[in-house]
């Protein structure tokens, strides 16, 4: 059984183009790694595999046993609003991964005035850190963070980057930070990988078995 997220020579591609050629990567329990690259260079699909959302064409993806019935890692994207039902209140939002918020009211990442709330009466940064909670009340043993913070103004960044390498630091987590931005990275992660850097194989031609597999 194993305790590391890791991917094993991952290969993907989207219709016809390989994005991924043979990327290795491992996250450690309780690890905060930044993973850097420029735009459309695969970071967001590296992501997706490793949390399982995505199937890889070629390669492993492993990761532990999870603490409840949720995926171990668990993937919080920058787009809030797409990733939560606008028609459901917060509170129920919140219900649907844990039935006791308690948690992440605890943690000030969420504020009980917001259960009765709906997504669309929230700002951009405050249901940032409603998904946030989400992921966090799954008990994940892995966050992967793919540019959560990215629209956000500063303040709010801090606020929830704080939160997050708290519960880090508590060991209650690894974590993956997925950026452009290498400021950021430098602050938060204690290891940074190069996208490029994880690629065993460059120039590789495409195959003939390209597809493209949703999880
Ligand atoms: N659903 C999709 N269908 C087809 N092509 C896609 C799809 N999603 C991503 N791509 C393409 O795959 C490549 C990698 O995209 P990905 O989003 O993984 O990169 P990224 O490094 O996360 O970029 P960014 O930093 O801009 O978010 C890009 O060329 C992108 O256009």
């Not at 290795?24 to 949390?51: D, F, H, M």
């Not at 400021?183 to 204690?190: C, G």
Request: glycine share 10%; hydrophobic share 45%; charged share 20%.
């Amino acid at each position: 059984m194993t305790d590391t997220l890791r991917g094993a020579g991952l290969w993907f591609a989207y219709h016809r183009d390989w994005v991924l050629r043979d990327v290795s990567i491992q996250v450690s329990p309780g690890e905060i790694v930044g993973l850097w690259g420029p735009s459309g260079c695969g970071k967001s699909t590296l992501a997706r595999l490793l949390t399982g959302r995505l199937r890889p064409a070629r390669g492993t993806v492993s990761m532990p046993a999870g603490r409840g019935r949720a995926r171990s890692a668990q993937l919080v994207l920058q787009q809030a609003d797409q990733s939560v039902n606008p028609r459901w209140k917060i509170g129920r939002i919140l219900a649907e991964a844990a039935p006791d918020p308690a948690p992440v009211l605890d943690s000030g990442l969420v504020f009980p005035d917001w259960l009765g709330s709906f997504p669309h009466e929230l700002s951009g940064g405050e249901l940032q850190r409603v998904n946030l909670a989400r992921a966090l009340l799954c008990r994940p043993l892995f966050v992967v963070a793919d540019e959560i913070t990215a629209s956000l103004d500063a303040i709010t960044q801090v606020q929830i980057w704080r939160i997050i390498l708290d519960g880090a630091a508590r060991g209650d987590y690894g974590v993956l930070a997925v950026s452009h931005d290498m400021p950021l990275l430098d602050a938060v992660a204690s290891r940074i990988l190069a996208m490029e850097d994880l690629t065993a194989r460059r120039g590789v031609l495409p195959g003939p078995d390209v597809r493209h597999d949703e999880a």
